[in-house]
């Protein structure tokens, strides 16, 4: 079967870190660029972070610029986002999708997409 899985979302507190991840099954990740989006109650998905298929460049969305890194692992058929420092403001679901070229700018660019994890940023 042909998807791509996030895990590791949760509750956290702010100032807190998560990491999350995004499996792919039945594909291999290693040709394409991967991005993660995210989306809050009542707000338009968003554009997070986004990683080209060769690893050579990363792009970020300013608000999370400096707290948030990209990484993939193309043996582990996985790509990975580690959040620091996070804000209530972050909490929303997240999904990871494909995309020809990396954008975090044109979400509607993305074509296929998982089923995304729940982040929770409250004390």
């Known amino acids: 079967q042909v998807q791509l899985v996030e895990s590791g979302g949760g509750l956290v507190q702010p100032g807190g870190s998560l990491r999350l991840s995004c499996a792919a099954s039945?594909?291999?990740?290693?040709?394409?660029?991967i991005g993660w989006i995210r989306q809050a109650p009542g707000k338009e998905r968003e554009g997070v972070s986004c990683?080209?298929?060769?690893?050579?460049?990363?792009y970020y969305a300013d608000s999370v610029k400096g707290r948030f890194t990209i990484s993939r692992d193309n043996a582990k058929n996985t790509v990975y986002l580690e959040m620091n420092s996070l804000k209530p403001e972050d909490t929303a679901v997240y999904y990871c999708?494909?995309?020809?070229?990396?954008?975090?700018?044109?979400?509607?660019?993305?074509?296929?997409w998982g089923q995304g994890t729940q982040v929770t940023v409250s004390s």
């Open positions: 039945g594909f291999t990740l290693g040709g394409y660029a």
């Open positions: 999708a494909t995309v020809m070229l990396c954008t975090v700018a044109r979400v509607g660019l993305y074509d296929f």
């Open positions: 990683i080209s298929s060769n690893n050579s460049t990363t």
